[in-house]
């Protein structure tokens, strides 16, 4: 029998990092991971390959939802080996996972599969402001057995109370706890089996809020620019975003590019990058946030190190 746990949370949130840090938790036993993306390019795949152990990616949408569902079953009943004891699956950070409980409630569909919780990773600067216009972060927080409160370290005590507040309404049964750099306690597994002891099957009822409509956007970066201009252009439409992330060559070497929010990170990369994730920057943002027009009024600064910018 194999015990399934789902990593959820918002995006840029801190979901791979902590991924890191629990995969240490079940040391000798084997593990098989499922990735999902929202978008087409796998680059939290890439992010992860150094764990070395197996895994799938599902990419272009939600895992639980219609159109990439059958994607999931599938990856469950053929991905899965019989003699793994543990499947992780972090989910795209647009999901609405408030089905996943109901999904392994029918024993017959998966009946070498445990369901083990989730954990929602929450971003202890950033909550409040997705809290209050992704309907997909309210899910996220409603489908889960424990919050993680990540990057404390960068939230001011107001800013950690009100996140605090935020979930306790929200959710006043459930376990919060906090750390920052995704850093876990070694008892967290027991604590989620604890809980699905007294869970009750069902999924919780959702407040009916309309949701953000997400934006995404392609930006393609030639291998001239250089990494003080990378991080300039993105920095001029950085907050109009929720995340921006990808491979640049540069001309000091490979980058990879993450940013939430308006921290924007540019570091080193050594391994190996496919040729199609290369020098393409994937920009996701909600409606009423002009992204669009603050990315195209950025590169034409740069006219010769950014090229086509393609919307979805």
Not at 27 to 39: C, H, R, T
Not at 116 to 123: K, N, R, S
């Amino acid at each position: 029998m194999s015990r399934l746990y789902l990593i959820t949370g918002f995006l840029g949130s801190g979901k791979s990092t902590f991924l890191k840090n629990f995969i240490r938790l079940f040391p000798g036993e084997k593990m098989q991971l499922i990735i999902n993306e929202f978008g087409r390019e796998g680059i939290d795949g890439m992010l992860l390959e150094e764990l070395g152990i197996g895994m799938e990616e599902i990419t272009g949408g939600s895992v639980f939802c219609s159109c990439r569902l059958d994607q999931f079953e599938q990856a469950l009943t053929t991905f899965v080996e019989p003699d793994t004891d543990v499947v992780l699956v972090e989910a795209s950070g647009l999901s609405d996972p408030t089905g996943v409980r109901r999904l392994f409630a029918d024993q017959s569909r998966f009946p070498d599969i445990e369901y083990a919780g989730a954990v929602c990773l929450v971003d202890a600067v950033r909550f409040p402001k997705v809290y209050a216009k992704s309907r997909a972060c309210l899910r996220q927080v409603s489908a889960s057995d424990i919050a993680l409160i990540n990057k404390t370290d960068l939230a001011s005590p107001e800013q950690l109370e009100s996140t605090r507040e935020l979930i306790r309404g929200h959710r006043p049964d459930m376990p919060v706890l906090e750390t920052s750099f995704g850093q876990v306690d070694s008892s967290l597994p027991d604590l989620l089996c604890s809980l699905q002891k007294t869970a009750d099957g069902g999924d919780r009822e959702m407040p009916l809020i309309a949701d953000i409509t997400t934006m995404r956007l392609s930006v393609r970066v030639n291998p001239q620019i250089t990494v003080y201009q990378l991080r300039k252009f993105i920095e001029m439409f950085s907050e109009t975003t929720f995340r921006v992330k990808g491979f640049v060559q540069t001309k000091e070497g490979m980058m990879l590019v993450s940013c939430t929010g308006n921290v924007v990170s540019v570091s080193a990369w050594e391994r190996p990058v496919p040729v199609h994730l290369q020098g393409l920057l994937t920009v996701l943002s909600g409606s009423g946030m002009p992204v669009r027009k603050r990315v195209r009024e950025a590169a034409a600064w740069y006219p010769d190190e950014i090229g086509e910018i393609t919307l979805g």
